[in-house]
């Protein structure tokens, strides 16, 4: 079983930068695949960016390319998502979700774990 806790959410305006974390629990954090997905209000949960168990492979969706980093740290059992020039669609809670195989998706069907989301919203 791994525990999934964000933080990092608030409250920023277009244009401004945020980082978001996730610590996980459990001593096998080092062997999954990480995600980042967000929902924003009356929207499907999309696809944000994810990370290979070694931090050697990433992948992430279009409207994020250039803009965001997905890193992570096995020592410490984080995953974190930096997020540049933000704007107001971006706005939407950001969930950070674990995979036990090892191949990168995009289909958070096929992620097994999922922390409870940190608000992420952007003013105009």
């Known amino acids: 079983q791994v525990q999934l806790v964000e933080s990092g959410g608030g409250l920023v305006q277009a244009g401004d930068s945020l980082r978001l974390s996730c610590a996980a629990s459990g001593r096998t954090f080092s062997t999954y695949t990480m995600g980042w997905f967000r929902q924003a209000p009356g929207k499907e949960r999309e696809f944000v960016a994810a990370?290979?168990?070694?931090?050697?492979?990433?992948s992430y969706a279009d409207f994020v390319k250039g803009r965001f980093i997905i890193s992570r740290d096995n020592g410490k059992s984080t995953v974190s998502l930096q997020m540049n020039s933000l704007s107001p669609e971006d706005t939407a809670v950001y969930f950070c979700?674990?995979?036990?195989?090892?191949?990168?998706?995009?289909?958070?069907?096929?992620?097994?774990?999922w922390g409870q989301g940190t608000q992420v919203t952007v003013s105009s």
């Open positions: 990370i290979n168990w070694s931090g050697g492979l990433t």
């Open positions: 979700a674990a995979k036990k195989r090892a191949t990168i998706t995009t289909r958070g069907n096929e992620y097994d774990y």
